[in-house]
């Protein structure tokens, strides 16, 4: 039976979403660096490094082996630290673009044409920083990165059918917060329960 995969199965908004969909019925997949569970009951766990695209592309093949198509896939992974333009080596920033980008297009085409062929699906990523940050210049170009990478994945299967949109979370995830991530998790199951012709392609969550 397909259901949710979330890349990126953190503590924060990782957790929250997959609560989400669980409750809705859904068969949980993680896919994390760790392969834990999260505490979540019946949760499948697969360890995956997202910078390594043969681990990540092995990881979601065994998840459609035992789930078929996923019916929705999150991608949460990112590398967030605070690191200005003058003091961000080569290697860090392209380690940083690997998790926080690349990773996200690797998950999309591995999984978005099998989904486009059954005329289904959501690709939903998480993101941030509306506004570019000179104290966060990795983050703030990775994040606009994620903005450009939803449009290509949109022009490229939004028209068989996938429904592709990014959370743009516009704060740091904390419980009892105005980002408090179960909050932030209704934004996932509302983008992936949207009717075609009312598709959002970005929902900012901001302080209230």
């Known amino acids: 039976m397909p259901g949710v995969v979330i890349i990126g199965a953190g503590p924060g908004i990782g957790r929250s979403v997959a609560r989400r969909f669980a409750r809705e019925g859904l068969p949980v997949a993680l896919v994390s660096r760790t392969g834990t569970g999260l505490d979540l009951d019946g949760a499948l766990t697969y360890q995956a490094d997202v910078a390594d695209e043969d681990g990540l592309r092995a990881a979601l093949d065994a998840v459609s082996a035992e789930l078929g198509t996923p019916d929705v896939v999150v ?7 605070p690191d200005t333009p003058g003091e961000v080596s ?3 920033q392209l380690d940083a673009w690997a998790v926080n980008v690349v990773g996200a297009m690797v998950a999309a085409a591995h999984v978005a044409p ?11 990523v998480t993101g941030g920083m509306p506004e570019p940050k000179a104290a966060y210049a990795s983050l703030s170009l990775g994040k606009a990165g994620v903005r450009t990478l939803v449009k290509l994945l949109d ?3 939004g028209p068989s059918g996938v ?5 743009t979370v516009a704060g740091p995830v904390a419980p009892g917060t105005d980002f408090d991530p179960d909050d932030i998790a209704e ?3 509302r983008l992936h329960t949207q009717p075609r012709d009312r598709w959002e392609q970005e929902v900012l969550h901001a302080r209230a």
């Open 155 to 157: 022009q490229e299967y």
């Open 187 to 189: 934004h996932y199951w």
């Open 114 to 124: 099998a989904m486009a062929r059954r005329g289904s699906g959501s690709f939903l």
């Open 90 to 92: 080569v290697r860090a």
């Open 75 to 81: 991608y949460n992974a990112a590398i967030i630290r």
């Open 163 to 167: 429904h592709v949109a990014s959370v």
